[in-house]
């Protein structure tokens, strides 16, 4: 439980709710302008755009279960017990995204003319 | 006998063995443990989905754009990229908030406070879905997209369209490879555009637009439709717990509000999801 008086956590509520709206306002922003909708023939390479999007989501994340769920006032072996199982998540993304990298390399290989066309293209 | 153990069970807790019970380790409440660890596992269902559309995703030679998929907004408004979903977040987000004041009030047993402030999430709660029905509605009905369908597809050569029948594009258009385009649907039938090849190996062959990959559909209706039913199971409990307190339920309870600390884990939760939904989808 919190040690907190009722106006604290309420300012605490309202800074947080805030932050979280312009994170994900500088998210949209950010995904529009790497792509070139907001500034004539001005890009971002894919791969800082999304980087940046998944560490604001991973910010955005902390935020809503550290405040809002109140995991920042909970003992530490409750922490413990809930996050750590999640990092098994990491090698998960890792493994799949790979797996799925491997098909497509495979599909272009094997037997998707279209795909094998668009390999000799390039 | 039974009178021996009961010497020894209390024996024992004068000792203050933490193996006789009635401790609280993790000063939480049962409940509020074990929703803790449902969310837990409901995390791990969710993580699935999206790395099984991760893993489809970069399966796949090309990929709908999420910018040219999800650009309409109510209205009739077109090419607005993210405007929609944008929205939507800032409803959950809300909510969320209100969610959070909802609890607080409850922690200083202001019944009057935790009724409106729950009333406020179920508005909310409601919104969002409005939101999604109306954005299924307009993938379904108006551009037939379906578990197994998907025409939002990706060009892959450069070319000029040889007929044009699409509402946006007209003969004598000219694409660039990466370039997204929806293949409409007459009547019953659809209506792919044929087009000819200028560049590259193809140079001169008249194709026609192909649909998009297939998985997409399925992945965004049964990941979409999962965190959509989980908002909606969310509303219900969320009625009645705000009901229950309306009627001063909690009022009499030892632990107080907790229900609404409890309803409040699962809905920010709810929330949580939501941004990695809006990630994997909208933004990357």
Redesign the interface.
């Known amino acids: ?1 919190s040690h907190l008086t ?1 106006e604290q ?2 300012t605490i ?2 800074k ?2 805030l932050i ?2 312009a994170i ?2 500088f ?2 922003i950010f ?2 302008l790497g ?1 070139g ?1 907001l500034v004539e023939g001005f890009h971002i390479a894919h791969w800082i755009t ?1 980087g940046v ?2 560490v604001l ?1 991973v910010v ?2 902390y935020l ?2 550290y405040e ?2 109140h995991m920042k006032y ?2 530490p ?2 922490v413990k ?2 996050l750590l ?2 990092l098994l ?1 990491v090698w ?2 890792i493994a ?2 790979a ?3 491997y ?2 390399n495979s ?2 290989k094997v037997k ?1 003319p ?2 094998v ?2 390999e ?2 390039k | 006998m039974a009178s021996v153990s009961m010497e020894h069970a209390q024996e024992h807790t004068q000792q203050g063995s933490d193996w006789q019970g009635g401790n609280e ?4 409440s049962y409940g509020k ?1 074990m929703m ?2 449902f ?2 596992s409901d ?2 269902t969710f ?1 699935g989905f999206l ?2 559309y ?8 090309t990929w709908p754009v999420p ?1 040219f998929v999800f650009s309409t907004f109510p209205g009739d408004i077109h090419h607005k ?2 405007l929609f979903v ?1 929205v939507m ?2 409803i959950l ?2 909510s ?2 209100t ?3 909802a609890v ?1 009030e409850g ?2 047993e202001n019944k009057q406070g935790v009724v409106i402030w729950m009333l406020l999430t179920i508005v909310g709660g409601f919104a969002f879905l409005g939101c999604q029905a109306w954005e299924w509605n307009t993938l379904i009905n108006k551009e037939h997209m379906t578990v197994k369908v998907n025409p939002f597809g990706t060009h ?2 450069a070319g000029v369209y040889i007929d044009g029948d699409g509402h946006d594009i007209k003969e004598g258009d000219t694409f660039v490879p990466g370039q997204s385009y929806l293949i409409h649907k007459h009547e019953q039938d659809w209506a792919p555009l044929k087009y000819k090849v200028t ?4 140079a001169g062959m008249v194709k026609e637009q ?1 649909f998009g990959p297939k998985a997409f559909g399925a992945l965004f209706f049964f990941i979409t439709g999962f965190h959509g039913f989980h908002v909606l199971s969310g509303v219900a409990f969320l009625l009645i717990i705000c009901l229950n307190a309306a009627t001063g339920l909690y009022v009499k309870r030892k632990n107080g509000y907790e229900m609404v600390e409890k309803i ?2 699962y809905w ?2 709810v ?2 999801v939501w ?2 939904v ?2 994997c989808f909208y ?2």
């Open positions: 439980m009722y956590s309420k509520a309202t947080t709710i979280l709206a994900t306002v998210e949209v995904a529009l792509k909708y999304g999007m998944i989501s955005k994340a809503i279960v809002f769920m909970e003992v072996g409750l017990t809930v199982p999640t998540l998960a993304i799949f995204l797996e799925g990298n098909w497509n599909r272009v998707n279209v795909a066309q668009v000799a293209s | 380790p993790f000063k939480a443990l803790w660890y969310l837990l995390a791990f993580s790395i099984a991760g893993a489809l995703r970069f399966s796949m030679p910018d990229p993210l944008t977040t800032f987000l809300a969320s908030f969610m959070v004041r607080q922690h200083r892959t050569e560049e590259g190996a193809n192909s409040g884990l920010h939760f929330d949580l941004v990695f809006f990630l933004l990357l």
